[in-house]
């Protein structure tokens, strides 16, 4: 395969796939070829999240809905007499919105930030045993969840639970308004913690306990399962995009899974990692565990296939605080890349990176940003790479859980805007979770990854492109020992404040 990773319409080879991505700040859309290569140029309207003290985060799900119809113009309006044959969706997960029986939508979308839920939390807990709950389920109690987020709109909307015809996800929304069709992806699902991990269907008695009916949330369709379009919708979409009267609709997933299969880590082989404002490590397996490590969560995201790993809130977060709080941009550049490409030093202070809270491995949602061992000898650039280093850790905590129900993984491919901006922090991942990290040079790795789940099912023969790649930073073993005593004491101080 050609290392030209980014092709023109000329070059592109049939089938084509539209892939689509709602992510928190925006939505973007690109055509690939059947071997997963961009075709042209990518499409993106910028859009934010409506915030508000007391943990507000939403949007206006028909602004989405608008925002894809004008990518698909765009995109389609540049392919001449080209067809396309699948049409891909992948948004944010843990979203909610509840329509009527006419399809409106009776609320907003409740994005996975909001943070209202949270209250319904502890009242689950008391009626719940989370250990059996994520062990059937794969999730824990969490207010992005949606047992949460029903007992909380129960209780502060009831009106809109009298009039709710369904629940559903953002990406379900936008599959209704533009196919006519009820319908939902085994990941989209999941992620709503609602879901049998074991069956991939409704978990019938959860449910119930979230005081909602079964028939009110949309039918399961697995990766191999395009979903049919309504006989009047379909008449539509042919004359307003001739390029898609053929296409095929699948339905939508997350953009956890699309990212990691995007990285290359689509196996047991490899694990993904995610380094953005927040972070993850995944692993995809074609075997379901049996028994989960507390500090992970599992969803399935197909017939044949789970998604395993843990979630940190704060990556480019924090960073971003650091960045600020240590004045770095009056620090000679030399002397910063020096102090975060040094050999490790036991002086360094130690980072419990928690700026926002801490989802995996502890879930203590209240947590906070802890240091120690900073002394009035300890330079910004110290306490800057005891930052850095507080990540890696945060990582590897997860890391160590996952080679408990995935232990082949081999390499780690690691994307996102901080995994290129900051490289020392892949070479310090690399030292302190003993894994090769590779870096890949791919900016929208979740449209590519959406794009090749659906060429599973368009193009099943085809050798797909593989994305440039950085360099494959290796473990350095003579540092073994300071990260291991390290991890010791991020777990020693953690375990006394939020254990």
């Keep these: 395969m050609a290392s030209n990773f980014d092709i023109e319409l000329a070059d592109a080879v049939p089938p084509l796939v539209l892939a689509l ?15 997963g290569r961009p075709v042209g140029k990518r499409a993106k309207v910028p859009h934010a999240f409506t915030t508000a003290p007391g943990g507000t985060s939403e949007i206006d799900p028909d602004q989405v809905v608008e925002e894809i119809r004008q990518i698909i113009g ?37 994005t996975y930030a909001d943070g209202r839920p949270g209250s319904q939390v502890d009242l689950l807990r008391d009626e719940l045993s989370e250990e059996k709950l994520q062990q059937r389920t794969g999730t824990r109690l969490h207010g992005s969840y949606w047992p949460a987020r029903l007992r909380w709109l129960a209780t502060e909307r009831p009106e809109v639970m009298q009039r709710a015809a369904h629940y559903l996800s953002l990406g379900d929304y936008l599959l209704l308004q533009l196919t006519g069709t009820l319908a939902t992806g085994t990941s989209s699902a999941a992620w709503t913690g609602l879901v ?9 008695e959860l449910v119930e306990i979230c005081g909602i009916r079964p028939d009110q949330l949309p039918p399961i369709h697995h990766l191999d399962q395009p979903v049919p379009v309504a006989e009047k919708q379909a008449a539509k979409i042919a004359k307003r995009w001739p390029a898609l009267a053929q ?144 990540i890696a850790l945060s990582y ?50 979740t449209l590519h990854g959406t794009a090749l789940l659906a060429l599973e099912t368009l193009a099943p023969g085809v050798r797909r492109a593989k994305p440039d790649r950085g360099p494959t930073l290796t473990p350095d073993y003579g540092r073994r020992r300071y990260y291991t005593d390290r991890y010791q004491r991020f777990e020693r101080v953690y375990d006394a404040l939020f254990g």
């Design 396 to 445: 590897a905590r997860i890391g160590a859980q996952l080679r408990q129900v995935a232990p082949q993984p081999e390499k780690l491919y690691a994307g996102g805007s901080v995994a290129g901006d900051h490289p020392e922090l892949m070479q310090i991942m690399a030292d302190a979770m003993r894994t090769p990290v590779t870096p890949v040079q791919l900016k929208r790795s």
């Design 21 to 35: 991505d709602v992510g928190s700040t925006a939505s973007r859309g690109m055509v690939y070829d059947a071997h």
């Design 196 to 204: 049998d991990r074991h069956t991939a269907q409704w978990y019938p």
């Design 247 to 390: 296409a095929r609709w699948f339905a939508p997933i997350t953009d956890g899974l699309a990212a990691n299969v995007g990285l290359g880590a689509h196996d047991e082989t490899a694990i993904g990692a995610s380094c953005a404002t927040s972070g993850a490590l995944r692993v995809v397996v074609s075997e379901m565990p049996e028994e989960l490590p507390p500090g992970l969560w599992c969803y399935r995201v197909s017939h044949d296939r789970a998604l395993i790993g843990g979630a940190l809130n704060d990556v480019g977060r924090a960073l971003a605080w650091a960045d600020v709080t240590l004045a770095v941009d009056q620090v000679e550049p030399e002397d910063l890349a020096q102090a975060l490409t040094a050999e490790p030093h036991p002086t360094t202070p130690l980072v419990l990176p928690f700026f926002t809270g801490e989802r995996s491995t502890g879930w203590a949602s209240d947590a906070h940003a802890v240091l120690t061992g900073v002394t009035a000898a300890s330079a910004p650039v110290e306490v800057y790479r005891g930052v850095l280093e507080g």
């Design 74 to 110: 765009e995109l389609l309006g540049s392919l001449g007499e080209e067809q396309i044959a699948g049409v891909a969706l992948d948004t944010f997960a843990s979203s909610l919105v509840v329509i009527a029986e006419d399809g409106s939508p009776l609320t907003p979308c409740f």
